[in-house]
């Protein structure tokens, strides 16, 4: 029924345009009654995104069963749960662009929708950072903004696609926009989460005994203390700088090596 009614009111938007179409008009066309229409409904402009109260649903059970390691990429593929849901029903979600953007009450009907998704991400990242998870009191600023970037990325190469009418793999494009996220936020997060006293299995000073694998942490001025070890103990890039390797037990050595070649060519 909800299927029903969300395809009604969309006909009658394309035909009449949203203002001019009323409830009764969409009960009307669908054969039920108004206690029908909001039953499934609130509004109008509920109609028009039928599809995401599922997906809300969806996000939230995968990232409350996503491995937590890797928090940057986990919010990465949440956001490609809404992607699939798009890609789902091109047809529709072309029209549902075109109408939206001529509609000023459905593009503020669909920020606070976008808000929700990206609020949805940063409870994710809070909950991994806590307030503190950065060691410097910026773990709550470090989610939000994250959870921003995923979702400007997201809708970057999802808007690409639908001004294209379609066409082709939207995922292509938003795959390099989540690229670039976590390009730029993963590492630094997992070495945050890492650090963090607050973390639960992570010591002050940097030691890691949680299910964290092998995490580069930024190279530091020879004279520096780590992880209460004197630096006379850590390897010398031969250039000033130190390597610190932060790895779980157990962690097999070819993946220490390739870590440490990583970091060593990237500095």
């Keep these: ?12 938007f ?3 345009g949203f203002e001019r179409t009323t409830v009764d ?4 066309r669908a054969g039920v009654g108004r206690r029908s229409f909001f039953r499934y409904f609130p509004s109008k402009e509920d109609a028009v995104f039928p599809d995401h109260e599922r997906c809300f649903a969806e996000m939230t059970e995968f990232l409350a069963a996503v ?7 986990a919010v990465c593929d949440a956001a490609r749960i809404v992607l699939r849901m798009y890609a789902a029903n091109p047809e529709f ?13 459905l593009r503020t009907y669909e920020l606070s929708v ?5 609020q949805t991400l940063a409870g994710h990242l809070r909950g991994r950072f806590g307030e503190g998870g ?10 939000e903004v994250i959870a921003a970037s995923v979702v400007a990325a997201h809708n970057n190469g999802l808007r690409l696609w639908l001004r294209s009418g379609g066409e082709g793999d939207p995922e292509v494009a938003v795959d390099h926009a989540l690229a670039l996220v976590r390009e730029v936020w993963g590492r630094s997060a997992e070495v945050a989460g890492a650090l963090s006293p607050e973390r639960e299995g992570g010591l002050p000073g940097g030691t890691v005994s949680g299910p964290d694998a092998t995490l580069p942490v930024p190279a530091l001025p020879v004279g520096s203390p780590v992880s209460g070890l004197p630096v006379s103990a850590l390897p010398d890039s031969g250039d000033g700088e130190v390597i610190v390797m932060v790895a779980r037990k157990g962690t097999p050595m070819w993946r220490v090596v390739q870590q440490i070649e990583a970091a060593v060519g990237e500095n």
């Design 134 to 143: 950065d060691g410097q009191g910026d773990g709550e600023l470090r989610a």
């Design 14 to 16: 394309l035909e009449r």
């Design 1 to 12: 029924m909800r299927e029903v009614l969300a395809q009604a009111a969309f006909q009658l």
């Design 67 to 73: 491995d937590d390691s890797d928090p940057v990429g």
């Design 25 to 28: 008009d969409i009960v009307a």
């Design 114 to 118: 976008v808000r929700r998704y990206e």
């Design 93 to 105: 979600s072309v029209q549902r662009y075109r109408l939206t953007r001529e509609v000023p009450g």
